[in-house]
C-alpha cells in the first residue's frame, strides 16, 4: 500500500484548504437550528464554497453509476453519512451529523461534526461526546513511526469502553489531490498493524459509533446509510498532516 507524502508547496495548499472548509463549516454549524430544512444548509455550504473561490467535493462524486446531489451530507439521528439534503425540517431533540468536503487551489479537505438540537438525553449527549473524544484521542498519538492499526485500535478501545459500537463497513482515507486516496483508515484494529506514519502524509480520520450494533444498511436513494437497527449514529471528521513529531489538525 503506498500513502503519497506531500511536499512542502502541496502542505501549504492542503492548510490553506483545511482551514477554508473548517471556517465555512463553522458558519453552516452556526445556521443549524430546528426549523431549518438541510436543503437551505446544502445551499448555505455550497454558496460559501464557491464564494471563497474553491469547489465542492461531494457535489457529483460519483458512486457506481450514482452522482451525490448536494455538496453536504445531512445525516439525521439513526443516519450515519451520506444524508441527501432535501425539505426535510429539523426538529428539536434530533442528532445531526454534517460533513462537507470542498476542492481548493487542486487540494481536498474533509470534514464532519455531529450536533444535538436542543439538550438531548444523557445518552445522546455521552454519544456524541464519545464520538468527538475518539477522534481527539487518535491524533494525540499520531506520529512518524506509529502504525496505522494504532490509531484503528486507539479509536475502537475508547469507543467500547464506553459501551458504544463501532461501524465497520465504513472508514477514513488519505486525502490529497483526490478525496480518498489510500490508506483506508479502519476505527476498529489491532495496534502494530498496517503501513507506517511518515512526516508529510494527510489522512482523513472519521470515527461513526452507534448506541446499538454496528451493522449497517443503505437507502434506496443509493446514498444514505443507517444504522440496520436503526439505533442513533454520531460521526466526526479531520484532515490530518503528519508533522515531525505529531499531527496538525488541518481542519481545526
Known amino acids: 500500500m503506498s500513502i503519497s507524502i506531500k511536499n512542502q508547496s502541496e502542505i501549504e495548499a ?17 445556521q443549524t437550528v430546528p426549523g431549518i430544512t438541510t436543503i437551505e444548509l446544502d445551499r448555505l455550504a455550497e454558496e460559501l464554497i464557491v464564494k471563497a473561490g474553491a469547489q465542492p467535493a461531494f457535489k457529483n462524486f460519483k458512486h457506481g453509476h450514482n452522482k451525490f446531489p448536494a455538496c453536504l451530507c445531512v445525516s439525521i439521528n439513526e443516519e450515519i ?25 487542486d487540494f481536498f479537505s474533509d470534514m464532519a461534526v455531529t450536533l444535538i438540537m436542543g439538550r438531548g438525553s444523557k445518552q445522546t449527549r455521552k454519544l456524541v461526546k464519545v464520538a468527538k473524544q475518539s477522534l481527539d484521542k487518535a491524533i494525540e ?13 486507539t479509536i475502537q478501545s475508547y469507543v467500547v ?42 489522512l482523513a480520520l472519521e470515527p461513526m459509533i452507534t448506541v446499538g450494533d454496528w451493522k449497517v444498511r443503505t437507502l434506496n436513494d443509493g446514498w444514505t446509510i443507517v444504522t440496520a437497527d436503526n439505533s442513533l449514529s454520531a460521526h466526526f471528521e479531520h484532515t490530518i498532516l503528519v508533522t515531525k513529531n505529531k499531527a496538525k489538525v488541518l481542519t481545526k
Open 141 to 153: 498519538i499520531i506520529k512518524p513511526g506509529i502504525y496505522l492499526g494504532d490509531i484503528s485500535n
Open 81 to 105: 453519512v451520506h444524508g441527501i439534503p432535501s425539505n426535510r425540517i429539523i426538529k428539536n431533540n434530533d442528532v445531526i451529523g454534517l460533513d462537507c468536503g470542498l476542492k481548493y487551489k
Open 14 to 30: 492542503m492548510i490553506q484548504s483545511g482551514k477554508l472548509l473548517s471556517a465555512i463549516l463553522k458558519k453552516v454549524v452556526k
Open 161 to 202: 469502553k464506553n459501551n458504544f459500537a463501532v461501524v465497520r463497513d465504513l472508514t477514513g482515507h488519505g486525502i490529497g489531490r483526490e478525496l480518498h486516496e489510500e490508506p483506508s483508515i479502519f476505527n476498529y484494529g489491532e495496534p502494530g498493524t498496517g503501513p507506517i506514519l511518515k512526516q508529510g502524509m494527510t
